[in-house]
C-alpha cells in the first residue's frame, strides 16, 4: 500500500512537471518569482485542463 502511494506521488509529480515548468517560466517573466511547490496548484490544473481538452467524446 505505501509503495503505491509513493509510486503514484512521484507519477503525479512527473506528470505535472512539463506544465508546472512552464507556469514558472511565464510568471518569472512578468515579475512574479514562484518556485516548483509554489506553481504546482496552478500547473495541476493546466494539467487536468489540457487533458481533458485533448479526449474525444463519443455520444
Known amino acids: 500500500m505505501i509503495k ?3 509510486f503514484f506521488a512521484v507519477l503525479f509529480l512527473v506528470a505535472t512537471f512539463p506544465a ?3 507556469l514558472m517560466l511565464f510568471l518569472g517573466n512578468v515579475g512574479v518569482s514562484v518556485s516548483y511547490w509554489g506553481a504546482l ?5 493546466v494539467s487536468v485542463l489540457i487533458g481533458g481538452a485533448t479526449t474525444q467524446v463519443e455520444y
Open 20 to 22: 508546472t515548468w512552464l
Open 41 to 45: 496548484p496552478l500547473g495541476i490544473l
Open 4 to 6: 503505491g502511494l509513493v
